[in-house]
């Protein structure tokens, strides 16, 4: 089941991944292709990554882990397989001799050691192939990057990939070929196992319009926020709003749009704003100025009123979230250079648990004490190597579902 009507409503079951041999295959000259700007040491992120997952579960969170249910989910070898030819495609795998090697090598695995080397990727040095095969031969002579399969460094991002919105889940089209392949993962269990079958698909990988999980925000049962940002176009939202307007019915009447600039800073909508509690949010200081909102509302059947939105970020924010005084904390206490580095360390990337209780990483000492001076509890830990893949407890989870607000 799935059920998340808020970004704050207390949180009963989320989804992660922990880091794994992935991170291991990061290497400095195509680093930045595969969206990293550093290469985290595995052990120490695999430590703080437990620290996470025991902190929600401390706080009665069901910690599931995607890997485990895809594994519980491809169980004959008729899925096993169909989910590896379609992995194979999306990795553009099209030679006929790698592409058997590949499956050769692959099937032979039991589920979840397959599942693990597809996250590690494979190297082209790790299989013989039949026949000799001149685009290899060419490519590993001076290869950008030595795989077949690259790896998935990014998989320990599980709000991007696939994401939940009240009774249903969007399965995200990932901006760049680094990215694709994981909402496969989350997609496959939401339509194959017995536990989330029937969840409606508001959304598919295969439209030609880029979405991301960490653009979406839940304000509550009506209203949801979306960036529009690096990772997501205008087009995904009007898809969506069909969807969940019409197709589905499902509670939402408004979908507004936050045109943020579409820079490595802010990738996401959550990278620069999070909801902390009812009426407070955390926001990059720099948002409040460059910010444009539009708003898509559901009118009849089939028909949606499209407005620019007037006032204040503040304003707005009151207005669709009907509440009376909005506060907008600012990350790094709005000193410009506190500001921009802990938001790069994703100080204004909060995970709410419950209303007024977030999760955070304790490097942004200056945002989370401008927080806590706001009477939101602040539940920290340490992640210096986390940090490092540009995203924080935000962006590492994905909830299943939440109490309603
Ligand atoms: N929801 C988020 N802000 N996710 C951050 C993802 C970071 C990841 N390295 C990427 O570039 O895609």
Redesign the pocket.
């Given at each position: 089941m799935i059920k998340v009507y808020s970004e704050i409503g207390k949180l009963r079951s989320v989804l992660l991944h922990r880091p794994g041999n992935e991170l291991e295959n990061l290497a400095p000259k195509y680093l930045s292709d595969l969206?990293?700007d550093d290469i985290p040491y595995l052990e120490k992120a695999r430590e703080e990554h437990d620290v996470f997952a025991q902190l929600l579960r401390d706080n009665g969170v069901k910690v599931n882990y995607i890997t485990h249910l895809l594994s519980n989910t491809l169980k004959s070898n008729e899925l096993k397989e169909q989910f590896l030819n379609e992995f194979l495609d999306l990795s553009d795998i099209n030679n006929k001799y790698i592409r058997e090697a590949l499956k050769d090598y692959l099937l032979n695995m039991n589920i979840s050691e397959m599942i693990d080397k597809l996250t590690s990727g494979i190297r082209t040095n790790e299989l013989k192939l039949k026949k000799e095969v001149f685009s290899v031969k060419v490519r590993k002579s001076n290869m950008d990057i030595p795989f077949f399969l690259n790896p998935m460094p990014?998989l320990y991002?599980q709000?991007?990939p696939v994401a939940m919105i009240g009774k249903g889940a969007t399965i995200n089209r990932m901006r760049t070929p680094a990215?694709r392949r994981e909402s496969m993962f989350m997609e496959y269990v939401l339509k194959y196992n017995e536990d989330f079958k029937n969840t409606p698909l508001y959304y598919d990988k295969k439209l030609p319009y880029a979405i991301?999980?960490?653009d979406i925000l839940i304000f509550n049962e009506k209203v949801l926020a979306v960036g529009i940002s690096q990772r997501t176009d205008p087009e995904a939202l009007e898809i969506l709003a069909k969807k969940i307007f019409d197709e589905y019915d499902d509670t939402f009447e408004t979908i507004l749009g936050f045109l943020i600039p579409a820079k490595r800073a802010y990738?996401?909508l959550?990278?620069v704003f999070t909801q902390l509690d009812y009426d407070k949010f955390v926001v990059h200081p720099e948002m409040q100025e460059v910010i444009k909102i539009f708003g898509i509302q559901k009118k009849d059947h089939d028909e949606y009123t499209i407005n620019e939105e007037k006032g204040t970020l503040k304003e707005i924010l009151e207005k669709h979230l009907d509440v009376d005084k909005i506060t907008l904390l600012k990350c790094g206490n709005g000193d410009e250079i506190a500001a921009a580095r802990e938001q790069w360390n994703d100080g204004s990337?909060t995970l709410a648990i419950e209303p007024g209780t977030v999760i955070t990483y304790d490097r942004n000492y200056i945002t989370n004490k401008e927080l806590k001076n706001a009477g939101i509890k602040v539940i920290e830990f340490p992640a210096s190597e986390l940090s490092r893949?540009?995203?924080?407890p935000?962006?590492m989870s994905m909830p299943l579902i939440r109490d309603d607000i």
């Open positions: 969206l990293f990014n991002f709000r991007d990215r991301e999980g960490g990738m996401h959550d990278t990337n893949g540009r995203g924080g935000r962006c």
